[in-house]
């Protein structure tokens, strides 16, 4: 069951240590504001700060934050594979991914890597602050913004048909993919139709470009 946060009496007030915070944003700017901000939090301290994926997964090893926020489309490494590496680390780093898309199959991949939060880039600090303290006490936090649009976007796709699509987005004719998948160009061309016209879509191009845009090729 997803919880959304609400304001939460300060960790301090209840004799609980400050909560150590990693924060990943490639966005320099951005980055500082966001670290500085919860830093003046009595309760949560930053201790330090990540430019991209890649950098985050090296601090979190050796810093060994409660929590990460992270950004979810950075260079190198996504917040998603970070938060992927870190599940198949089994290491405790809680993580909280700071979004600005409402795409339903970055949500699916963010909760099947164990992400304990999804948040607007854009939510109040007294919001953000307040999901931390939810998601470092053993809850979640999604924003209800975007729990709704993900609750109303369902993937229609097939992972075969996700397969094929992610394939002809490369740019392989039906041939070619048929080769790569075992399948015959008839079958490949049945998948791509399938596609097509679950998505609604005028063509493969078009339904390449609204599957990305909803996440569902990731």
Same mark, same amino acid.
């Given at each position: ?27 320099? #700017? ?8 919860? %830093? ?5 301290? @930053?201790? !330090? ?5 890649? &950098?985050?997964?090296? #601090? ?7 929590? +990460?926020?992270? %950004?979810?489309? /950075? ?17 405790? +780093?809680?993580? @909280? ?10 949500? &699916?991949?963010? /909760? ?9 880039? =854009?939510?109040?600090i007294d919001e953000l602050s307040a999901a931390l303290r939810n998601v470092y006490r053993g809850k979640r936090a999604v924003s209800p913004e975007l729990a709704l649009s993900f609750w109303e976007a369902e993937n229609p796709l097939t992972e075969r048909e996700r397969e094929v699509l992610r394939l002809a987005r490369e740019g392989k004719t039906a041939n070619e993919i048929a080769a790569k998948l075992f399948l ?12 097509? &016209?679950?998505? =609604?879509?005028?063509?493969?191009? %078009?339904?390449? !470009? ?7 090729? =990731?």
């Open positions: 069951m997803l919880e959304h946060y609400g304001a939460e009496s300060t960790l301090e007030e209840r004799g609980i240590t400050e909560v150590k915070v990693l924060v990943a944003e490639d966005q320099g #700017m951005l980055r500082g504001a966001l670290s500085a901000l919860l %830093d003046m939090e009595e309760d949560i301290e @930053v201790i !330090g700060q990540a430019e991209d994926g890649e &950098q985050a997964l090296e #601090m979190i090893r050796s810093l060994k934050p409660d929590l +990460c926020v992270m %950004d979810i489309e /950075m260079p190198k490494l996504s917040g998603l594979d970070v938060a992927e590496r870190l599940g198949a680390d089994r290491h405790p +780093c809680l993580v @909280v991914i700071l979004t600005t898309f409402s795409r339903s199959g970055y949500f &699916q991949r963010a /909760m099947k890597a164990g992400v304990k939060g999804f948040l607007l880039k =854009d939510s109040p015959s160009a008839g079958t490949v061309r049945n998948y791509l139709s399938e596609a097509i &016209q679950k998505l =609604d879509a005028k063509n493969r191009i %078009d339904a390449i !470009g609204i599957a990305e845009k909803n996440g569902w090729l =990731d």
